[in-house]
């Protein structure tokens, strides 16, 4: 008999679900039967891709038992089982870093969230919810020897040698006070239906009835198929009622909601396949890291093959959870290969087009709906734009943009049918924060001239702009560039501009290692003075993403520096001649208006002083 810690995370995970998801105790039971059904998808893979296990009849069942009298409950399968170095790896440690951060994070109301559980596969230890002792007795596949693991999981776990007839494992739960109604065959029987029912193997549930009668009681055991053992996704869609794919979607993610969107696809003819996409209402927290859990899982013929491939569908669309089950790829197909696969390329790409146009279905028939589901993952969604090149044009109609003139979002297409019947292009604004961007001196012009300005305030948008480049050959222009106000310049701006030529000049040489130019402005009314990017040049939201990322080197594109020539500051100053005010004003114009697009300035002591003089003055 050897001893052995568990890794200290367990520890925590055992502490964490201990004490926070008590009130989901019953999932224990969804666990242990999703491993199971694991070990069993496993070894049902071997026996039909590996010569070595291809001769051994084995029989494919989930058992669950109820001892009688005993404060039992047993969990048996005949799959792939484990030997005395995976359990010490898969009973002692936390294999997943995706799991071990979540661990080392989770706090506040997070910890109550018991959906999390079966996501990021701490599920085995769920059982020490209801059991003050554990034992796991198994025996791998192709060999001889079993092992018995047993912990009360309070820090150490003992492996000894066992016996057991054949290849699986058995998880004896010796139950404490909360999980003492887990003999009842009732209970057990309706939380397997509830979580367990289309696992593809059988469960069978054997529990002990009394034939007599109360004074003189005679047990007898008796045995039943609780579950259906169906893939769901095969039967006739005709048969299949909303009830069913909840319960199916629910047992599929752990969510306890429903799905927004169900997308059943049974394709006949020159392929053969069958796919079921469940879009969840709500994004999981782990939607934009690097090792988000991928939520489609790939049978061929019914057969568990993988959800770890990350390829089934484009990143983008990784919020979409569901399956994949082909006829037509080969069983002992090996991952690798799975990538290049023309028939799997193919599932992909159809499956692509069919959930974009359920989106675009939803968008047109049901805007409340899409936009609860746009709210939630319109991020992802625009990362296709980029990301997507053949469905570059679908996405467009799907991405939405909040809008100086829409309460909500819009999209491209309405914002079209808004556009003035001489307005030259979709005018839009990018920045961090909603409130400041609707401020920004930059719209003065667009508000004056009732022209609509979609508003960008998703960190992603200012990369995906360049992608969508053109909406319908309407040129999008960002109105923080210089070009943008072009479109709207009239002789009696350029007559303006003339007046403060001079002053211009002066400003200039004053400015002149700040900035890269000083124009005068045809796009404001209110303010005197704003900053743009020259068109070429990354805007100010860009130099912050970019560093964000940690590209400390980034280029520091200078801004333009426009000055309103009909404001009354700007015409006062034009007719001042002491260099010390103009000097001061120059710097003053170009700070504040840094400040509003949300830039640091250099030197805000002397900004500082700066103001203080001018205010001596207005007292
Ligand atoms: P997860 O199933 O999400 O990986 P668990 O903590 O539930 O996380 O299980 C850890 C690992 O233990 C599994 O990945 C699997 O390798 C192994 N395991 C658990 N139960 C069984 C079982 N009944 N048969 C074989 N292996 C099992």
Redesign the pocket.
Known sequence: MSKHQFQSEVNQLLHLIIHSLYSHKEIFLR?LIS??S??LDKLKYLTLTDEQFKSIPFQFKIDVEIPQEESKLIIS?T????NQEDLVQ??GTIASSGTKKFVETMSGDMKKDSNLIGQF?????SCFMIADNVEVISRKAGEDKAYKWTSDGKGQYEIEEAERDQNG?TIILHLNDEGKEYTSKWQVESIIKKYSNHIAFPIHLHHFENKGDKDKPKWEKSSEQVNSASALWKRAKSELKDEDYKEFYQNLTGDNDDPLLTIHTQAEGAQEYTTLFFIPKKAPYDLYRADYQNGVKLYIKRVFITEDNKELLPTYLRFVKGIIDSEDLPLNVSREILQQNRILMNIKSTSVKKILGELGKMAAQDKEKYLEFYKEFRRPLKEGLFEDFSNRETLQELVMFKSTTQDSYTSLSDYKTRMKPDQKAIYYITGDNETNLKASPLLEMYRNKNIEVLIMDDEIDEIIIPSIGKYKDIDLKAVNRSDAAKDFETEKDKAAEKEIKGLIKKIKDILKDEVKDVRSSARLSDSPACVVADETDPTINMQHILRAMGQDNAPQAKPILEINPNHEIIKKLNMVSDTAIIEDMSYLLLEQSLLIEGATIKNPAQFSQRMNRFLQLAI
């Open positions: 666990e491993n199971a694991d070990a399968d799959g792939i089982g484990m898969n009973l596969g701490v599920g085995f230890y494992t």
